[in-house]
């Protein structure tokens, strides 16, 4: 199917960036929204930011002025910039994407996927 790849997550002071990024792999067709996901120890998995293939994005309030969502199409690769960080933005933070895929090399039939990366750890100290 598809695969997700994050990479740029670290530890960082308050105040500090970061820059995530995801890049998907596989036989793939096309792919719509991508977006990063975050889990905090005992919280549940909420949605950071999330682009369509169009480019227009939407943010979870904590988040709204202070990170940047983007992607390159030609790349199939999401990013995530984030500034000005806090501690409460300490999580693990997931990429998904959805789409379509070519069910082999040689076939032109293509089926949905819906894809997690394996997570990338953010650590903001006070």
């Known amino acids: 199917q598809v695969q997700l790849v994050e990479s740029g997550g670290g530890s960082v002071q308050a105040g500090g960036s970061l820059r995530l990024s995801c890049a998907a792999s596989?036989?793939?067709?096309?792919?719509?929204?991508m977006g990063w996901y975050r889990q905090a120890p005992g919280k549940q998995r909420e949605l950071v930011a999330a682009?369509?293939?169009?480019?227009?994005?939407n943010y979870v309030d904590s988040v709204k002025g202070r990170f940047t969502i983007s992607r390159d199409n030609t790349k199939n690769t999401v990013y995530l910039q984030m500034n000005s960080l806090k501690p409460e933005d300490t999580a693990v933070y997931y990429c998904?994407?959805?789409?379509?895929?070519?069910?082999?090399?040689?076939?032109?039939?293509?089926?949905?996927?819906?894809?997690w990366g394996q997570g990338t750890q953010v650590t903001v100290s006070s």
């Open positions: 998904n994407a959805d789409g379509r895929y070519y069910i082999s090399t040689y076939s032109t039939t293509t089926k949905t996927f819906g894809s």
């Open positions: 596989g036989r793939i067709q096309s792919i719509n929204a």
């Open positions: 682009i369509t293939s169009g480019g227009s994005t």
